[in-house]
């Protein structure tokens, strides 16, 4: 038999079928509320309305629906509270603060829109994150670019390892951008060298 390259093995077939129809599946799942915006009870704060350089995306899609998931957190397991869907409109600066120990955490999907404020013990509680977490030492800004579609929104509690150690729902916006690091996957660039923090 010759061989042809555009011919596909039946289990690469099969393994596409399945997800595609992961895909599928995803796209229908129901959100808790209309249009590309979801939210958990007990939440505190609002959403920020559309910042400078972002546009809401109102429209639900299987993007949003992924992207929502992803950033909306359980009570006790951080992550996002209330969340609504943004496209960037021209290029925005975003801020983040990590591990310095670890590089690739340079690159994580938790940042905000205005540069991170001490002391540390404050920054972690108003971003719901456990010392186990990240020491939050060092800090670096990035830039996103048109057409790059973000979660922002209030901040889920945290239950810690610590015993406890426990980290209430916050007031403070959060922007969650979809970097994976191990998957090879990062939409920030323009990032500013390490700098000690804080």
């Known amino acids: 038999m010759k061989f042809d390259p555009t011919r596909r093995s039946r289990p690469a077939a099969i ?4 997800v595609l129809i992961g895909l599928a599946v995803a796209a229908c799942a129901p959100l808790p509320t209309t249009g590309a915006a979801a939210s958990n009870d007990g939440c505190a704060g609002e959403v920020i309305s559309a910042p400078p350089g972002f546009a809401e995306v109102t429209e639900q899609s299987a993007e949003t629906v992924m992207l929502l998931k992803a950033a909306i957190g359980e009570p006790g397991k951080g992550g996002l509270c209330n969340a609504k869907v943004f496209s960037a409109q021209r290029t925005v600066t975003v801020f983040r603060v990590y591990n310095h120990a670890v590089p690739a955490t340079k690159y994580g999907s938790w940042w905000s829109l205005s540069p991170p404020k001490g002391p540390r013990d404050k920054y972690a509680r108003d971003n719901d994150v456990c010392p186990e977490w990240s020491p ?8 996103v670019r048109s057409g ?10 945290a239950v810690c390892a610590s015993p406890g150690t426990s980290l209430p729902v916050s007031l403070a916006n959060q922007v969650y951008i979809p970097n994976d690091v191990r998957a090879n996957r ?4 323009d990032c500013t060298a390490d700098a000690a923090w804080p």
């Open 148 to 157: 790059t579609i973000v979660v922002m929104g209030t901040g889920q509690s």
């Open 136 to 143: 939050l030492d060092a800090s670096t800004s990035c830039v």
């Open 15 to 18: 393994q596409s079928l399945f």
């Open 186 to 189: 990062v939409v920030v660039e």
